[in-house]
């Protein structure tokens, strides 16, 4: 099992950019492939980015190719979002996850971090 804890987001201005980090403990780190998720209020859940567990793929919603960009530190069991250009129809709770396995896959993750507030002002 693996727990998983996302730095804090919080407020910027649209055009602005903000880092999101997520800690993982437990198991080893590189034996899962990690994700980024956000739920927009009234909405439901959605993949934004993935990474495969050394980091040599990545995949995006069409909605943030080019402007956010998934990273990961296995040696300081961490993944990141970077995202930049940021719209208030980004604005959302952020979740990480961890999928067991090799595929890199846009659903069916099996660990969630609490979520952090991501708000994003006209």
């Known amino acids: 099992q693996v727990q998983l804890v996302e730095s804090a987001g919080g407020l910027v201005q649209a055009g602005g950019s903000l880092r999101l980090s997520c800690a993982a403990s437990?198991?080893?780190?590189?034996?899962?492939?990690m994700g980024w998720f956000r739920q927009a209020p009234g909405k439901e859940r959605e993949f934004v980015a993935g990474?495969?567990?050394?980091?040599?793929?990545?995949s995006y919603a069409d909605s943030v190719k080019g402007r956010f960009t998934i990273s990961r530190d296995n040696a300081k069991n961490t993944v990141y979002l970077e995202m930049n250009s940021l719209k208030p129809e980004n604005t959302a709770v952020y979740y990480c996850?961890?999928?067991?396995?090799?595929?890199?896959?846009?659903?069916?993750?099996?660990?969630w971090g609490q979520g952090t507030q991501v708000t994003v002002s006209s």
């Open positions: 990474i495969s567990r050394i980091g040599g793929s990545t």
């Open positions: 996850a961890a999928r067991a396995g090799t595929v890199l896959v846009r659903s069916r993750y099996d660990y």
């Open positions: 437990g198991r080893t780190f590189d034996t899962y492939v």
